[in-house]
Every structure is written in C-alpha cells, then in structure tokens.
C-alpha cells in the first residue's frame, strides 16, 4: 500500500484526460489509444495478459441502433377505432435485434409490475404465455413500507426498466410497452424521450436475449389503451400490487414497424492478471474495474468539442493503474489470482462490463469479489468511505473494520430510492452473481467541513458531469485518490487471502446465482 503515488494517479489522469486522446469514446480513434496506452502500462507492470489470445485486449463487438422517426406503433382495439402513437411524444423505442425494419404484429398482455422475484415469493410470469406477445408493463415495483417485501422505500432491481426489458426478452416476448409515471420512474417523459431519440448501444453477442421492441408509452397513452378495453388504468395498478394479482391478455393487437439505422463498430476492455500463489486457490479471483472510455468527441459540435472525462473516469483508470502496479511489485501474490480490467462502453449501459461478466477469464462461481472505481473526485484527503451495496455482502464486517483502520467513515445511501447500485460497473458483475461494490469518497475532506465538499459535489454535476469541461487541471488533489487505492488494496487482498469466497446476505435479489454455485 505504501507504494501508492497519488503523483503517478495524476500523471495517468493527466494523459488519459488529455486532448491528444479525445474524450476516449467507444468506438473512435482516442478510446483505442487509451486501451492501449493501458495495455502497454499492465505489461511493464509485469502483468499477464488476460484478454484474446495471448494480448492484454478483450473483443467487445457493439452495435449502435438508431430508431428512425419514421417508425410507427398502432394499437387495435377489438371494438373501437386503431389508436396511432406519435413517434417520441408518445412513445419511444428500439428494435433491439438490429434489423433496419421490423414489422410486428401481436397480442397485448397486461403484465402489472413484470416482475419475477423469488425471494419476494412473487411472479407475474408464473401463468401466462408471452411468447411472441408485446406486455404493457409499469415501471418500477410494488408499493411497499416492509424491508422484507421488495426492500421497503429502497429500489430492487426488479423496478429498474432495464430489468422489465431484460426478463421479457429472456421470456421470448416479442416487446414491451413500458408505461411511464414521473413519479414512478423517478424522472420525467423529457428524461425518456432524450435518452431515447439518438443512438442506443448493445452487445452484438447472439446468447443475449433481444426484443424487437424495447419501448415506453407516455401515461395518458395507457389510459387511453386501458379505456379502449373497457378499463381503469388507476384499478390496474391498484391491483398490480396487490397479492394475488394475475397477468391477463388484453382484447388489443399492436402493429408497429420499427426502421433503425444499424452501425456496427468494436471497442475492447484491457484485461490483466496476477496469478495466485496458492496452488488450491489461484483458480479463483477478485476483479478490479475501471472504465477507460467516455463520450469522445463530437465532430461538428462549435466549441469545445472533445469530452475528456477527467474525473469521469481517467481518475478511476489512475486508481486501477496503481494498485495494478503496487501489486505487482509487492513481491509476492495473494492466494486468489487478481484480474485487473479496464472496461469499456459504460458509458453505452455498461456494455463493456456486461461482456466481462458474461465472457470472465475465470467463471463468475470463482470470483470472490469485484471492485470498481468510478469518477473519484480528486479534491484532497478524505475522511469518509462510499461503498454502497457492501452492506449486501457478506465481506461487509471486513470493509467496516478496513474503514476504521483507515479513518473513513461509511456514508449512507442518501437515494436508496434511486437506484444507485445498478448504474456503475461492479452491477454487471452483481447481476451475474458476484459480490461487487464501487468504492468512491464521501463529501467530508480534511481541512474543510461537509458543505465545501457537498457544494463541490453540486458544482461538479451542475457544470462538469459528462461535458467538455471535465478537463484535467493542475490543482487537482490526488491524494484521496491514492487513499482510495489502499483501502482498495486492503479489501482485494484480504478477500484473495481469507478462507472463504465472499457470498451475500442471505435473502439479497442477487445471491441467488452464488447460492446455486453458477
Ligand atoms: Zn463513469
């Protein structure tokens, strides 16, 4: 841990985050250039290569889809005129398999929440065919005050719309129409429609279920479909809530062709390895991430044009070089093989990280643990720790007593609400059934109070989160960044040492792959 400069955290970030790279986009010229600038630093580490064939570089093969206006959905009634919905007014969506057009005619079921989560002991699957169906589905999940009923006030990852889509594609549905309730998904129509009207970036990896249409309506559009059935949509999800609630068709046939402009395009994520010392357990891992990648650069946009991602994410990338390095040279390895992977495409929805997860060097079963860093702010010395969804695992007493060792205090989630915990890295590897967490400061840094800290949070979002203006400057402060580094140390190579593999509480929505041994 004491090999750990935050002057070398600088220099990595200072290159990583300069104009020469152009903002590292997945896909383009400056995110090759950054993968292998850290190909080329894991190699004099004395790291070995752990991606394709003998290199250092893992394959993402990506495609970007592109809905064209010219898509329409209608939706037909049994009795009662065609309803048409108006391209991102009304509705937003994707062709997820990539065909530039795709004609679709199918059956509506009524889905309720769409949620299949054994622990809660419930399943709106469990007596419906969706094969070929489009489901109309709410965000988020049932309404609950009980931590023991889809975890209270806190957000599962059954009410994320990335899972309503995911387990409908696994279910052979042929879409979904998602319906959108600001308060219910937490943001408004605005958030959906802009996030929806440019490119969207998936896996083109054929063992990933796909929907030929990902889509959301706007609520006033269910009501209308709701009432076209002779229905209450305010009853419905009333009733979806409810225990004992049943999924039903719909007397309605949705009608849509979806035109997409289809690009297909390759990033890789930089994948290095520390073989364990012992020979019972180097088959087993803990996994550290970082991802490399941003938004690049936008050719034609006036000013400014290249998005350097500083601290978003070049100083994470800092952190990963140098616990890659201080390991390296520590002259002795830990029992577990250490895998150190620079991911990229999170930007595009983890992508990077999903294939990681999906394509491990060993299988997820054998990886104890994964961490991640993420945009950790480069403002002095820190006095709080950030290690959300530790608290799931069963390594959390470890982390506690780290922290104190280290005299980090353990901030709460203050969102539990939002969702935090699936929209970094380490998720990719939660969802596939590995302890994951990212470790991140807190707003309380040495020789300032809370307020400065939180206001240069504020500051950060407000101004520099994911525009040109995240650029290096010289009187960044790295020596939280470093004091994140040993504490990460301290946790993978006590998780690479200790008898056992790290597990889950008992009951968390993702231990269920662990407690299965897959
Ligand atoms: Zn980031």
């Known amino acids: 841990m004491g090999a750990i400069d935050p002057e070398k955290i600088r220099a990595h970030v200072r290159f990583l ?13 400056g995110g090759d250039m950054a993968a292998s600038y850290i190909a080329s630093q894991f190699a004099s580490y004395g790291l070995k290569p752990a991606g394709d064939n003998g290199t250092y570089l893992q394959k993402v093969a990506l495609e970007g889809i592109t809905t064209q206006p010219a898509s329409t959905i ?21 062709d997820e398999t990539g065909k530039q057009r795709d004609d679709i005619d199918a059956d509506v079921v009524w889905m309720g929440y769409g949620i299949d989560a054994p622990e809660f002991n419930w399943n ?3 007596h419906v065919d969706v094969k070929g169906k489009v ?51 937490s943001y408004g129509w605005n958030v959906v429609r802009s996030s929806w009207s440019g ?35 305010d009853h419905m999800i009333e009733a979806a809530g409810q225990r004992g609630f049943a999924p039903s068709p719909l007397p309605l046939k949705v009608k849509a062709t979806m035109f997409s402009e289809v690009r297909h395009f390759d990033s890789s994520n930089v994948v290095a390895a520390l073989p364990g010392s012992d020979p019972k357990l180097h088959g087993q891992a803990v996994v550290y991430t ?24 070049a100083t994470g990338c800092g952190i990963l070089l140098e616990i890659a390095r201080a390991m390296a040279s520590a002259g002795h390895a830990p029992k577990r093989s250490i895998y150190f992977a620079a991911t990229t495409a ?34 002095g ?81 407000a101004k520099h989160y994911h525009q040109p203006s995240d650029e290096y400057r010289p009187e960044m402060d790295f020596r939280g960044d470093a004091v994140m580094a040993r504490f990460g140390i301290a946790l993978g190579w006590e998780a690479a040492n200790q008898a056992g593999l790290v597990g889950w509480q008992p009951g968390d929505e993702f231990g269920k792959m662990r407690a299965a041994g897959k």
């Open 290 to 313: 970082a991802h490399y990648d941003h938004l690049g650069i936008v050719h034609g946009l006036a000013g400014d044009n290249i998005y350097n991602g500083a601290q978003d994410n």
């Open 17 to 29: 985050a300069s104009d020469q790279l152009e903002g590292r986009g997945t896909g383009q010229r």
């Open 74 to 94: 209608t939706v037909a009634p049994a009795n009662g005129a065609p309803i048409d919905l108006m391209f991102l007014t009304q509705f937003v969506g994707t």
């Open 346 to 379: 999170e930007e595009q929805g983890l992508r990077g990280s999903e294939y990681l997860a999906r394509h491990p060097p060993v299988p997820d079963k054998d990886i104890s643990l994964a961490l991640n860093y993420d945009d950790v702010p480069p403002l």
């Open 199 to 233: 490119e969207r970036d998936y896996l083109r990896d054929s063992s990933v279920p796909k929907l030929r249409l990902a889509s959301w309506i706007q609520f006033d559009v269910a009501r209308q479909l709701a009432q076209a059935c002779g229905m209450n949509l």
């Open 135 to 185: 489901l109309l589905m709410l965000v988020n999940e049932p309404p609950s005050d009980d931590p023991k009923f889809f975890a209270g006030k806190a957000l599962t990852y059954y009410g994320r719309w990335t899972y309503k889509f995911e387990e409908a594609a696994r279910r052979g549905a042929a879409g979904v129409l998602l319906v959108h309730k600001t308060e219910m998904a």
């Open 381 to 461: 010395v820190p006095e709080e720790v950030n290690v959300a969804g530790a608290e799931r695992t069963t390594f959390y007493p470890v982390v506690e007593r780290t922290a104190k060792e280290f005299g980090l205090a353990i901030v709460p989630d203050s969102q539990p609400g939002a969702g935090h915990y699936f929209r970094s890295d380490h998720f990719s590897f939660a969802r596939a059934g590995v302890p994951a967490f990212s470790i991140d400061e807190g707003d309380k840094y040495r020789d300032h109070d809370r307020q400065w800290g939180t206001q240069q949070a504020q500051e950060y979002v």
């Open 124 to 126: 709106d699957y469990a």
